[in-house]
């Protein structure tokens, strides 16, 4: 696949004299484990592995 994403930075907007880098579909199905996960929403890619380390600490085997 030769869709292109931009990696989103949500806790700084963008800068005007930096682009954001853009990756591909299969870019960003490389980052899958739960020590590197990468998703996509609207275009955009957001790294959520720290997201994934507060949920599991969080839960601790308890499902959802």
């Known amino acids: 696949d030769t869709s292109i994403f931009s990696r989103g930075e949500h806790d700084r907007p963008p800068r005007s004299d930096r682009p954001m880098p853009e990756f591909t579909a299969a870019q ?37």
């Open 28 to 64: 960003v199905a490389e980052h899958k484990t739960a020590k590197d996960c990468w998703i996509t929403v609207n275009g955009r890619v957001f790294d959520v592995t720290k997201f994934l380390g507060y949920v599991r600490a969080t839960l601790r085997g308890r499902s959802l």
